[in-house]
């Protein structure tokens, strides 16, 4: 599949460039670091990221924001990643009700990139891999909303009502932007602690995007998915 690089936003340019060496590194696919599947991979990743860039334009433009039954089964069959200080690993279950179409909560969105300096990419794919856009997804350890914000943990935050879009979405925000600075601005450790909780990666020694593919191996499966979907679903995001 060709790309016009010219077209992408610098941002987006250096994203995948990002990708591209966490790749090479063994975060992105199940091949060890250095082997000779990771251009492969990579390409198939681009190409993916490219495809669901087309899906997105096709979709904004066709009338309404309504998903189709298939869209939605799709949608509501994503895997839920709560753990840590967000929940814990399992099965969740969610209201009968349609996920929302990203564009719903964008004003919502940028609103909260702007109050507390998150790139709206990675809102957008936390809440996608978190509960596929449903407001009112509940996971089995009780993690609530758009963002999946425990009790606990929403309150800590500001939050009062954790399926109330606005706040569940600040709440998550503020969450990731606080990581965000713990980790002095690296994404992938970010990603990790919101998921598996801070605490695991401190003891692992875990704060550098370097360190956390040296030691990836050491953490739960589900958390080296929940990156990768993440980092993956942000990037599909910067192209669309």
Do not use: C
């Not at 987006?12 to 990708?19: A, F, G, H, V």
């Not at 909260?112 to 790139?119: D, E, I, P, T, Y």
């Not at 009502?161 to 990731?176: E, M």
Request: net charge neutral.
């Amino acid at each position: 599949m060709s790309m016009n690089i010219g077209s992408l936003d610098p941002r987006t340019i250096k994203e995948l460039l990002q990708l591209q060496t966490i790749n090479k590194a063994g975060l992105l696919s199940s091949n060890p670091a250095g082997s000779d599947g990771s251009d492969g991979d990579f390409a198939e990743l681009l190409e993916g990221l490219m495809a669901t860039q087309a899906a997105r334009q096709n979709a904004a433009k066709a009338s309404g924001a309504a998903l189709t039954s298939a869209a939605s089964s799709a949608m509501s069959k994503s895997p839920l990643f709560a753990n840590g200080a967000f929940g814990s690993s399992g099965a969740y279950w969610q209201e009968q009700l349609a996920p929302s179409h990203p564009t719903d909560f964008e004003p919502i969105i940028q609103e909260a990139s702007q109050k507390f300096g998150v790139r709206p990419s990675m809102i957008k794919a936390v809440i996608e891999a978190e509960s596929s856009f449903n407001p009112r997804a509940v996971s089995q350890a009780g993690a609530k909303g758009l963002m999946q914000l425990m009790d606990s943990t929403g309150a800590d935050l500001g939050v009062t009502n954790a399926f109330d879009p606005a706040q569940n979405i600040a709440g998550g925000t503020q969450y990731l932007s606080d990581l965000l600075m713990k980790y002095n601005g690296n994404q992938g450790v970010a990603l990790a602690a919101y998921n598996a909780g801070p605490g695991r990666l401190d003891r692992l020694g875990i704060r550098t995007d370097q360190q956390l593919m040296d030691k990836l191996h050491l953490l739960p499966k589900e958390t080296q998915n929940y990156v990768r979907k993440v980092r993956q679903l942000q990037t599909a995001y910067e192209l669309s």
